[in-house]
């Protein structure tokens, strides 16, 4: 069996408490961007990359309702990439 390399990329950023969702995600986008022109084929973000982190130490099932359908508003933002993001 042929060998076969894919290249995988990691981004970590700061949680930017008190950042709106759309400054986050547009804080993102450059990144993954970066990351697709070095020829990662698998882009892998934080967890809770577009939240404030923080809120969810309480472990508050109203977080839940902040959770988005696959394709949402953020996987599309970032499938169309710097075109306008409604999140």
Do not use: N
């Not at 042929?2 to 970590?12: A, D, L, S």
């Not at 084929?41 to 939240?51: Q, S």
């Amino acid at each position: 069996m042929e060998k076969r390399e894919i290249k995988v990329g990691g981004i970590q950023m700061k949680t930017m408490p008190g950042s709106t969702k759309r400054e986050k995600v547009e804080h993102s986008l450059p990144l993954i961007e970066k990351a697709s022109k070095e020829g990662c084929k698998i882009i892998l973000h934080g967890e809770l990359c577009d939240t404030d982190y923080e809120k969810f130490y309480k472990k508050d099932p109203a977080y839940f309702e902040l959770a988005e359908p696959i394709p949402g508003p953020t996987t599309e933002a970032v499938g169309d990439g710097v075109k306008a993001i409604e999140i």
